[in-house]
C-alpha cells in the first residue's frame, strides 16, 4: 500500500518559519476502524517515531485489500517540543511559553458541556440502536468542537496550546482507536495505559503489563478521546441499557527519555500489529509475529511513587525490572548536611511493600522531594490486588499521572 501524504500546517513562528504536521493515510479497499497512531507528543520521549517508521514499512508490504477502513499515523506530532534542548537533553516536555504539560491541554467534550447534556442524550436515544447512537454523540461531540473554534475565532484568537490543540485532535476525534506513543521521561520499561474498562483491547498488545487509568487526573490526549464514552456508558447504565462502544484509547509507553532501544522499539511495532489484526483492521501481517504475553493488569491508582527525603546524590540503586520484597532498600541517598560538625551521611529509603520497579528517575542528584522511581505493588499485597487474575483469551478480544514522568 501507499499512503496519502497530508501536510497540514501547525503555526508560524516569529522567524516567518512555518511548523507543520506530516500525516500518513492509508485507505482500505473495504470499509472499517479508523486507527489514529501519534509519537512524540513530549519532546523528550522518541522511540515512537521509529515504531511508526517501521509501521509505515510494514503497511508498504500490504495491498489495499488486506485493510479494512484507515490507518492515519502522526510521527513528531509535535515540533516545538522535539526541538526543545537544554545543553545535550532533549526537553519538550512543557510548552516553554507558559508552562504547560504538552500532553494535559486537550478539549474534554465531557469538561465543555453541563453534565446534564450527557444524561439528556442518554435518555433521548436509549432505544436507539448501536450504531445510530455512536453516529448521534459522535456528531454531538465534532459539533461542540466546531462551536467552540469558531467561537475563539470570532473572539481575540486564541491562545497557543488551544490551536495547537484544535489541531491535533482535529485528525482524531472522528477516530475508533486513539494509540498515543509515549517513553518514560526517565528510564521506563515497555507498557500500556488504558481507559474504561478495554481490557480486552489492552490484551491485544500482548505487552507485560497493562495499567488502566481508573483516576483521571485532567486532559490528556487519550483521556480526552475517551472519556465522553465513557460517561455517556455510565448513563446510560444508569438507564438499564448496558453497552460498550468499540471505541478505545491507549497509551504506549516505550521505554526511557531520548532512547532509541531496540527491544521497545521491537515490542511496540508487533504490539501495534497485533492489535491491528486483532481487531480484523488488517488481514493479515507484515512479518511473523512475536510471542507476545498476557499482561498482569493494574489499577494507575495503586502505582506507588518514592520520592526524595532529603536532597544528596542517589546510588545503590535499584534496577528498572527488578522484584522487590518490602522492607528492602530501594537506593541510599548521600548527602551533606550544613553548619556544625556534621560528616556527610547516608539515608536509606526501603520499599513500603513488595513490587516491581517501572520507572526509575534519570537524574541521581535529588533536592529534597524529588522523583526517586515508581513501583507496582506485587499481586497479594494490600495495594497490589491486580485488576483480575482471568487468563485472557487473546483470539475473543490520570489515573494519577502528573508526578511520573511518562506520558
Request: include cysteine; charge should be negative.
Amino acid at each position: 500500500m501507499v499512503p496519502e501524504i497530508i501536510t497540514v500546517p501547525l503555526l508560524q513562528l516569529a522567524s516567518g518559519d512555518r511548523l507543520s504536521l506530516q500525516v500518513y493515510r492509508y485507505v482500505g479497499r473495504y470499509p472499517g476502524k479508523k486507527i489514529y497512531i501519534q509519537a512524540n507528543l513530549h519532546g523528550a520521549e522518541l522511540a515512537g517515531n521509529a515504531v511508526i517508521h517501521e509501521v509505515l514499512a510494514g503497511l508498504k508490504t500490504l495491498d489495499d485489500a488486506d485493510l479494512r477502513g484507515e490507518i492515519w499515523l502522526v510521527p513528531l506530532c509535535n515540533p516545538l517540543g522535539v526541538n526543545q534542548r537544554s545543553h545535550h537533553f532533549a526537553t519538550g516536555r512543557y510548552n516553554p511559553y507558559d508552562g504547560r504539560d504538552w500532553n494535559r491541554i486537550f478539549w474534554d467534550y465531557e469538561k465543555q458541556v453541563d453534565r446534564s447534556c450527557i444524561q439528556q442524550f442518554a435518555q433521548t436515544h436509549l432505544q436507539t440502536s448501536l450504531a445510530t447512537l455512536q453516529a448521534a454523540y459522535r456528531h454531538t461531540i465534532h459539533q461542540k468542537f466546531l462551536a467552540d473554534q469558531q467561537q475563539e475565532a470570532q473572539g481575540g484568537g486564541a491562545p497557543l496550546h488551544h490551536r495547537y490543540r484544535n489541531c491535533l485532535q482535529s485528525l482524531a476525534l472522528d477516530a475508533d482507536t486513539v494509540i498515543d506513543l509515549h517513553s518514560s521521561s526517565n528510564y521506563g520499561l515497555t507498557y500500556l495505559y488504558y481507559g474504561g474498562d478495554r481490557h480486552l483491547g489492552a490484551a491485544l498488545f500482548g505487552l507485560d503489563l497493562a495499567i488502566q487509568l481508573d483516576r483521571y487526573d485532567g486532559d490528556a490526549f487519550d483521556e480526552a478521546f475517551i472519556k465522553p464514552w465513557l460517561a455517556l456508558e455510565r448513563d446510560l447504565e444508569a438507564l438499564g441499557r448496558s453497552l460498550r462502544f468499540d471505541l478505545e484509547a491507549y497509551t504506549l509507553e516505550l521505554g526511557s527519555a531520548m532512547q532509541l532501544q531496540p527491544d521497545s522499539v521491537e515490542r511496540g511495532v508487533q504490539g501495534i500489529q497485533a492489535y491491528l489484526y486483532g481487531k480484523q483492521v488488517i488481514t493479515q501481517r507484515w512479518t511473523t509475529p512475536l510471542p507476545l504475553a498476557t499482561p498482569q493488569l493494574y489499577r494507575a491508582s495503586t502505582i506507588q511513587r518514592y520520592y526524595a527525603p532529603t536532597g544528596g546524590m542517589v546510588r545503590s540503586q535499584v534496577a528498572l525490572g527488578d522484584r522487590i520484597a518490602a522492607g528492602q532498600v530501594l537506593c541510599e541517598i548521600l548527602h551533606v548536611p550544613k553548619g556544625g560538625d556534621a560528616y556527610p551521611q547516608v539515608m536509606k529509603m526501603p520499599a513500603m511493600q513488595a513490587g516491581l520497579v517501572f520507572d526509575v528517575g534519570i537524574n541521581q542528584a535529588v533536592n529534597e522531594g524529588e522523583y526517586v522511581l515508581s513501583l507496582l505493588p506485587e499481586p497479594g499485597t494490600a495495594t497490589g490486588s491486580p485488576l483480575h487474575d482471568a487468563v485472557i483469551d487473546r483470539e475473543t478480544a490520570q489515573g494519577n499521572r502528573n508526578n511520573q514522568s511518562d506520558d
